[in-house]
């Protein structure tokens, strides 16, 4: 039996890991993938404080764990796939793992499109991760589909070594501030706005993008940035959420069941991004701890 057990390993897991060991709480984080969530797959953070000239999010986020691990929280690779609140216990791949308290710092992940021919090229051309797969379009032509932040990031990040045609619904974009300014000044960034792609097609070893308003667009690689979804599905009925399955607990991350807090880009929130994601990490293992001692 561990006092807290946290899901996800992103910066809110890894932060909460961190408070929580520190404190003195024999704590196991349970992540399935990869150490560091969405936050490892981007390519330079410049908005978290104390790295002048930014900072890898592989980096920073090997750093969160490194930390986490120094004070003793302990780490299982592993899908949660069932929780049960009442029993105090989550089943992780078929073995169960009991707890006193829990910490849900499941996160995020990049929203589909939902169009024909989309899910049928993925790893064939459609990608959801510029940083990871960015590097097998040198020297070729890309789109970048969304016109939020991600989307202005991909497209900077390719544009290092790809031709870039940034793609968005509306003719104005939903991000702002410097990058904008920069990728509208890079020569090898250009834009169709006001454009809404109906389906993906391959033809040969490239694909061509059909849009609703009549046109189309023949590239080698589609990097879709519209946005994301949160990883909650498997604990519909489990705990309060909202139509989207972002999980409803206020700044105290308390959620609608006792001894069970939220924390991250699963919260339903105003700003996500990794600082807000280790202020929740934070607030969560103290209010855990708080739970665990009035208990
Ligand atoms: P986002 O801000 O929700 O933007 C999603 C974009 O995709 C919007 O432009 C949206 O269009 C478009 N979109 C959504 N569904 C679509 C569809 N079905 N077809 C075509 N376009 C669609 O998502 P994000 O860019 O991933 O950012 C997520 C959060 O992380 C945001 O809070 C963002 O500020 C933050 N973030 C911050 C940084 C940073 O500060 N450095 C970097 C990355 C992300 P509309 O605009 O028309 O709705």
């Excluded at 003793?72 to 609140?85: H, I, N, Q, S, W």
């Excluded at 009549?214 to 604990?235: I, M, R, W, Y």
Aim: hydrophobic residues 40%; aromatic residues 8%; contains cysteine.
């Amino acid at each position: 039996m561990f006092d807290i057990a946290v899901l996800g390993g992103g910066p809110a897991g890894l932060t909460a890991g961190l408070y929580a060991a520190r404190a003195g709480y024999r704590t196991i984080l349970i992540e399935r993938g990869f150490a560091g969530g969405q936050a490892s797959t981007t390519d330079k953070l410049e908005n978290y404080p104390g790295f002048p000239g930014g900072v890898g999010g592989p980096e920073l986020m090997m750093a969160f764990e490194q930390q986490a691990q120094a004070f003793g929280l302990e780490e299982k690779y592993g899908e949660v796939t069932a929780v049960d609140f009442a029993r105090r216990v989550v089943a992780v791949d078929g073995e169960e793992i009991s707890a006193r308290a829990f910490i849900l710092a499941l996160g995020a992940k990049r929203r589909e499109l939902g169009i024909p021919g989309e899910t049928e090229n993925i790893g064939r051309g459609v990608s959801y991760c510029a940083t990871c797969d960015g590097a097998f379009y040198r020297g070729k032509r890309v789109a970048v589909i969304g016109g939020g932040d991600t989307a202005i990031e991909d497209a900077l990040y390719l544009a290092r070594f790809a031709q870039v045609t940034l793609i968005h619904r509306r003719t104005e974009l939903r991000a702002r501030g410097a990058a904008v300014q920069r990728a509208k000044e890079n020569p090898a960034i250009d834009w169709m706005l006001g454009r809404n792609v109906q389906s993906i097609h391959r033809e040969g070893g490239a694909l061509r993008l059909d849009f609703k308003e009549g046109e189309s667009l023949g590239v080698d690689g589609v990097f879709v940035a519209v946005g994301t979804v949160p990883q909650t599905e498997f604990l519909r009925g489990a705990l309060e959420m909202d139509a989207a399955g972002y999980i409803l607990a206020g700044e105290d991350t308390s959620t609608s069941v006792p001894g069970v807090f939220c924390a991250g880009d699963c919260r339903k929130k105003p700003l996500r991004q990794v600082i807000t994601a280790a202020s929740d990490g934070a607030v969560a293992a103290y209010m855990a701890g708080r739970y665990l001692e009035e208990n």
